[in-house]
């Protein structure tokens, strides 16, 4: 099976790596030299432009958002219109729920499958090959994904038959991270102006009733004072608005999410866009003066 993987970035290079492990030929599309080397360096085929990935049974696009979405696919060197019939599209990026129907119905008018694939594991998950998967299309879909799935995946939640019912629980994952990201940030920020050492409160709150997933995958960026980006800050300003757009949508008040969307903002506007979604904290960091941990050679 050739398969492809449009978007090497963090989870991207992963997942690409993944489907070479399986035993998938696979050729992988990025704009970025780096990260075409990346895969290249790893024994993957890779190229500039999703026309120039040739035939393919399956292809995997996992890029920011919507936009970047419809431009691999139908912009200047999109791929939909070198595909074969039959081929199947999965769309991984978080987007609105609604436009995963739009997405279904412009693939299907070239007589290509479609799955709504929102996934979640971040780059050290996408790495194992152990994503977690929200899908919801036709079974032939799903059939036809079959191996791409199995390569990347640890979980694959089929969530109906629809395209939309999967982005609709991945905005609502993304409330949640959000918001836990920002306690985290608060969290830490509360800890250093008390004069706690970050690094016991990071062990201690690990094992205690206030830890979360975010919190233990998130604190060592905070402790170890490292915001390289695996998911950056301006992510959550994106994908925190598409929940916030949703409460308008249906007239549904998010105070929480709110919150922590100004919080991610806030954090963007400061500089910190590209760095790690931890770098949230910095915004408590020039409110208040607080003292964070800073790998050699940085400066607050």
Same mark, same amino acid.
């Given at each position: 099976? %050739? ?6 970035? &963090? ?5 690409? %790596?993944?489907?070479?492990? &399986? ?22 085929? $890779?190229?500039? $432009? @999703? ?6 049974? =399956? ?19 999109? #791929?939909? =219109? ?21 997405? &279904?119905?412009?693939?299907?008018? #070239?007589? #290509?499958?479609?799955?709504? $694939? ?8 996408? !790495? ?12 032939? =879909? ?8 199995? =390569? ?5 939640? %089929? ?14 994952? *993304?409330?949640? !991270? ?14 250093? %102006?008390?004069?706690? +050492? ?17 919190? /233990? ?16 800050? +301006? ?17 549904? @008040? #998010? ?6 969307? /100004? /919080? ?20 408590? *960091? ?6 964070? @941990? ?7």
């Amino acid at each position: 099976m %050739r398969v492809g993987v449009i978007g090497l970035g &963090a989870m991207g290079l992963g997942a690409a %790596r993944s489907c070479l492990a &399986a035993g998938l030929e696979t050729v992988g599309c990025d704009i970025n030299p780096a990260a075409r080397a990346a895969f290249q360096a790893a024994g993957g085929e $890779a190229v500039g $432009a @999703p026309d120039a990935m040739g035939a393919l049974d =399956a292809v995997l696009v996992l890029v920011v958002n919507a936009a970047q979405t419809d431009a691999a696919l139908f912009g200047e060197g999109g #791929l939909a =219109a070198a595909l074969p019939k039959g081929a199947v599209v999965l769309a991984s990026a978080t987007t609105p729920p609604d436009y995963p129907p739009k997405l &279904a119905e412009r693939l299907a008018a #070239l007589g #290509l499958l479609f799955l709504d $694939a929102p996934v979640s594991g971040g780059a050290a998950k996408s !790495a194992l090959g152990e994503l977690t998967i929200m899908a919801s299309g036709p079974a032939a =879909a799903f059939d036809k994904a079959a191996p791409l799935l199995d =390569a990347i995946s640890e979980k694959v939640y %089929r969530i109906g038959d629809a395209p939309g019912q999967a982005a609709a629980i991945k905005m609502i994952n *993304q409330l949640l !991270a959000g918001v836990h990201i920002a306690a985290m940030a608060e969290a830490f920020a509360l800890a250093a %102006r008390a004069g706690a +050492d970050l690094n016991t409160v990071y062990e201690v709150i690990s094992n205690a009733a206030g830890g979360s997933w975010m919190f /233990q995958n998130r604190g060592p960026s905070i402790v170890s004072g490292d915001y390289a980006p695996k998911s950056a800050v +301006d992510i959550f300003v994106k994908d925190l608005g598409i929940v916030l757009d949703a409460g308008r949508t249906f007239t549904f @008040p #998010l105070p929480l999410a709110a919150a922590a969307h /100004q /919080q991610f903002l806030a954090a963007s506007a400061g500089g910190h866009g590209r760095e790690n979604d931890s770098a949230v904290i910095k915004v408590f *960091q020039k409110l208040t003066g607080i003292a964070l @941990p800073e790998q050699a050679g940085d400066k607050a």
